[in-house]
C-alpha cells in the first residue's frame, strides 16, 4: 500500500509541473552526455596511448651528403645505447617507395619527388618512449644527422587536441550539471509548496520522515534516470553516426571505440544521474521541508 | 501523563521568555484548559508537548517519555500518541471527510482494510454519519472540526491536544465540540485544549490552569473563566 502511495505520488508531482519535469531531464541529459562522451574519450587516449606508444619511432635523418664513415658512426652509436630495442635503416630509395605509396593518391605530386630528394634515414625504437630525451642527447651532436624527429611529439600534439576536446566536454558538463541541480532544487521547492498541507497534516499525525520525504526523493531519482537514459541513447546514436559513417576516415587513425565501452556509459550515467538528483532533492529538503 | 518541571522557553530575539520557569503535571484521564490573554505562552505548551518546539530549559515529560532528549529521528513515532486539533482544521481541501481521517492512517503505515474498519466508526462517533464522502468545502465550520477530530481520534491516542478548537467557531457549536471533546475524554483520553472562550470554560467546569505572560498565575480543579 505504502509503496503504491508513494509511487502514485512520484507520477502525480512530476505531472503537475511537466514542463520543470521536461527541463530537469533536457539539462539533465545533455549534462550526462557531455560527461559520458568524456568518460569515453578518456578511455579511448588510453587506448590510444597504449596502441601506438608500442609503435612510436625515433626518425634520425641524415645530410644529403653524409659519407660512410660518419653513418658507420651513427650505427655505431645506435647499436650501442642501452635505450634502443630496434632499429631499421632505410636507403634513398626505400624512403621513395614509402613515399609513393604514402601519397598514391596524387601522382604529380610523387612525379615531381625523385628518391635522391629524400633523405636516407635509421628507425629507431626505444625500449620505453618516455626516454627519447635521453637517447637524443647522446646522438644529436653526431656529425651528418640533419634532424632527430620523436613521432611522440606528434602523437603529443594530436593528444593534446583531444585532452582540451575532453576538458572542454566536462566544462559544459559541470554547467549543465549545476545548471540541472537548481532546476532539481528548484521542482523539489515547486513539489514541497504545492504539498504543504499534506506535509502538515502528515508531521502531524507522525509520518515518518522517509515516508514524507521519499516521494520528493523519488520524483527528482525518476528524473534523473529519465535523463541518464536520454543521454546514453544520445552518446550512443552520436557515436553510430559520427564515428561509425561519418567520420569513419578518422576511425581508422583514431583506434574504434568498442560498443562495450559505450554500454559501460548506461550505468554510469544512470548512476551520477540518480544519485546526484537524489542527494539535490535530499538537501533541499533539509531547507525546505524541516522535518 | 504530562509533567513539565521548571520549563522555560525563550524564542530567539524575544525581550521575555514566553513560559517562564512553569511547573506543572496533568494525570491521565484529566480534562484541562490552559487559559490566559493572546501571547501569555499557552500556545507554547502545546508545541512543547508535540516537541515542536524544545525548552530553553527544563523538562517536558509525556507518556513517561522525557520529550526534552528525545532523538530527533524519533519525534514521529512519539506524536503517533498524541492528537491534534486546531483553531483553522488543516484539513486537505481535495480530500474527503473520510479520506482526510483516512489519509491521517496510511501515512503511519496502517492498511486500506484497517482504514475501511475503523475511519466509518470514528466518523459516526463524531457525529458525521452520512456525510463521510462530502469535501471540506461542502461542509460547515463546525463539522470540518469535527472531521478534525477525527482525524486526531482515530489513532485512539493517549492524549488529544486542542489548540483554541473553536476559536472559528460560533457559540452553539462550540459547545458542540466541547460536548465531543468531553465524550473523547470520557474514553480516557486525557485531554488538553488551549482557549480564551470564557463561556465555554464557565460551562465545562473542569480544571483550569491559568497563565500571563508565560507564568502560572491559578490551578484550579473545577475553576471557570474568571
Not at chain 1, 227 to 248: C, E, H, P, T, W
Not at chain 1, 256 to 263: A, E, F, H
Request: glycine share 6%.
Amino acid at each position: 500500500m505504502r509503496v503504491k502511495y508513494v509511487l502514485n505520488e512520484v507520477l502525480v508531482g512530476l505531472w503537475r509541473n511537466v514542463t520543470m519535469t521536461v527541463a530537469m531531464i533536457i539539462t539533465m541529459s545533455v549534462s550526462l552526455t557531455m560527461l559520458g562522451a568524456s568518460v569515453l574519450m578518456y578511455m579511448q587516449v588510453d587506448r590510444m596511448k597504449t596502441f601506438y606508444y608500442g609503435e612510436i619511432e625515433v626518425s634520425i635523418f641524415l645530410n644529403d651528403d653524409v659519407d660512410d664513415a660518419q653513418r658507420a658512426a651513427i650505427d655505431q652509436a645506435i647499436d650501442s645505447n642501452p635505450l634502443v630495442k630496434e632499429k631499421t635503416y632505410e636507403n634513398k630509395e626505400q624512403a621513395f617507395e614509402r613515399f609513393k605509396v604514402l601519397w598514391e593518391d596524387s601522382p604529380d605530386f610523387v612525379n615531381s619527388i625523385s628518391a635522391s630528394s629524400l633523405p636516407e634515414s635509421y628507425r629507431v625504437k626505444l625500449s620505453d618512449p618516455e626516454q627519447y630525451a635521453d637517447f637524443a642527447k647522446e646522438i644529436e651532436g653526431l656529425p651528418g644527422i640533419r634532424q632527430i624527429i620523436d613521432q611522440r611529439t606528434l602523437l603529443d600534439k594530436v593528444f593534446k587536441i583531444f585532452n582540451s576536446i575532453q576538458v572542454m566536454s566536462l566544462v559544459v558538463a559541470a554547467v549543465m550539471a549545476f545548471a540541472a541541480l537548481l532546476l532539481v532544487g528548484n521542482t523539489i521547492q515547486v513539489a514541497a509548496y504545492s504539498k504543504r498541507r499534506e506535509v502538515a497534516v502528515m508531521k502531524l499525525v507522525g509520518a515518518s520522515n522517509w515516508f514524507i520525504q521519499a516521494p520528493f526523493v523519488l520524483e527528482a531519482v525518476v528524473a534523473g534516470l529519465i535523463g541518464s537514459v536520454l543521454g546514453f541513447v544520445a552518446l550512443f546514436i552520436g557515436k553510430v553516426v559520427l564515428l561509425d559513417n561519418k567520420l569513419q576516415a578518422l576511425t581508422t587513425i583514431l583506434t574504434p571505440i568498442p560498443n562495450g565501452n559505450v554500454w559501460l556509459m548506461l550505468p554510469l550515467l544512470a548512476g551520477v544521474g540518480s544519485l546526484v538528483s537524489a542527494v539535490t532533492a535530499w538537501v533541499t529538503l533539509r531547507f525546505y521541508l524541516k522535518v | 501523563m504530562i509533567q513539565l518541571e521548571n520549563v522555560t522557553k525563550t524564542y530567539p530575539k524575544a525581550s521575555r521568555p514566553s513560559l517562564d520557569n512553569v511547573s506543572v503535571g496533568i494525570e491521565k484521564g484529566e480534562f484541562v484548559f490552559f487559559i490566559g490573554p493572546s501571547g501569555s505562552g499557552k500556545s507554547t505548551i502545546i508545541k512543547l508537548l508535540l516537541k515542536e518546539v524544545a525548552p530553553t530549559s527544563g523538562k517536558v515529560v509525556v507518556n513517561a517519555k522525557d520529550v526534552t532528549s528525545l532523538r530527533s529521528w524519533k519525534i514521529p513515532h512519539f506524536r503517533r500518541s498524541i492528537g491534534c486539533v486546531f483553531q483553522d482544521f488543516r484539513l486537505l481541501p481535495n480530500r474527503t471527510a473520510y479520506e482526510n481521517v483516512a489519509f491521517a492512517l496510511e501515512v503511519i503505515g496502517k492498511t486500506k482494510a484497517v482504514a475501511r474498519r475503523v475511519v466509518p466508526e470514528v466518523l459516526e462517533l463524531v457525529g458525521l454519519g452520512g456525510k463521510e464522502h462530502r469535501y471540506p468545502h461542502e461542509l460547515s465550520g463546525g463539522e470540518q472540526q469535527r472531521v478534525a477530530v477525527a482525524r486526531a481520534f482515530v489513532n485512539r491516542p493517549l492524549i488529544l491536544l486542542a489548540d483554541e478548537p473553536t476559536g472559528n467557531l460560533d457559540p452553539d457549536t462550540s459547545i458542540e465540540i466541547m460536548r465531543l471533546l468531553d465524550r473523547i475524554n470520557r474514553t480516557g483520553t486525557t485531554v488538553v485544549m488551549v482557549t480564551h472562550d470564557s463561556n465555554i470554560v464557565n460551562q465545562m467546569r473542569r480544571r483550569v490552569i491559568e497563565i500571563e505572560s508565560g507564568r502560572i498565575v491559578r490551578d484550579q480543579a473545577r475553576g471557570v473563566y474568571g
